[in-house]
């Protein structure tokens, strides 16, 4: 099995902060990585894919970048909204989560 | 607009059976590639199950054996049959559409989950 493993696991930052998470595979997944956000109580939601596709309706200040067993993801200048969880997801060889990085108010 | 909705949770007891529905609208279930995803509580997301349109099955190994997802082409709405239920299966699941046919694909449409609850 592939694990995933997230630093760091909580991140204190403020509004208007450059913030960089970062994702670790166990075995090379290629560039097949994607990286969800969720609120309390809610479904997450996908932000970025294949490592470093933007999805439709995401905010620019989202990338992502990597490939093999090292992912980013990069919240150029954070903004009130952005305080969530983020989860990385590799999808090379049936499908792995990362434990989850909670972005919190500083 | 794809749209998925879960039903199904419920508390139940150590050892008992549950059955979950995800209705499926804006797309057909048979054409995609499907999967069950949960978050036990204050945990972080696990894949639990897919189904691809060719009907191929996979599940994770902590309910292998135990968990069945099938889906109902004319009713257009995927199903996650849970037996031997335990305390650990506790978790809201979620029904999840990867974007195109492919497993590789992200999960790009959610439900908004079902709580199952297990306890005596």
């Known amino acids: 099995d592939i694990q995933m493993t997230q630093s760091p696991s909580t991140l204190s930052a403020s509004v208007g902060d450059r913030v960089t998470i970062t994702c670790r595979a166990s075995?090379?997944?290629?560039?097949?990585l994607a990286w969800y956000q969720q609120k309390p109580g809610k479904a997450p939601k996908l932000l970025i894919y294949?490592?470093?596709s933007l999805e439709s309706g995401v905010p620019s200040r989202f990338s992502g970048s990597g490939s093999g067993t090292e992912f980013t993801l990069t919240i150029s200048s954070l903004q009130p909204d952005d305080f969530a969880t983020y989860y990385c997801q590799q999808s090379n060889n049936f499908w792995t989560f990362g434990q989850g990085t909670k972005v919190e108010i500083k | 607009e794809v749209q998925l909705v879960e039903s199904g949770g419920d508390l139940i007891q150590p050892g008992g059976s549950l059955r979950l529905s995800c209705a499926a609208s804006?797309?057909?279930?048979?054409?995609?590639?499907m999967s069950w995803v949960r978050q036990a509580p204050g945990k972080g997301l696990e894949w639990v199950s897919a189904i691809n349109s060719g009907g191929n099955t996979y599940y994770a190994d902590s309910v292998q054996g135990r968990f069945t997802i099938s889906r109902d082409n004319s009713k257009n709405t995927l199903s996650l049959q849970m037996n031997s239920l335990r305390a650990e299966d506790t978790a809201v699941y979620y029904c999840a559409r990867f974007r195109g046919s492919s497993g590789i694909s992200p999960f790009d449409s959610w439900g908004q989950g079902t709580l199952v609850t297990v306890s005596s």
């Open positions: 294949k490592a470093s």
């Open positions: 075995q090379s997944v290629g560039s097949w």
């Open positions: 804006g797309f057909t279930v048979s054409s995609s590639y």
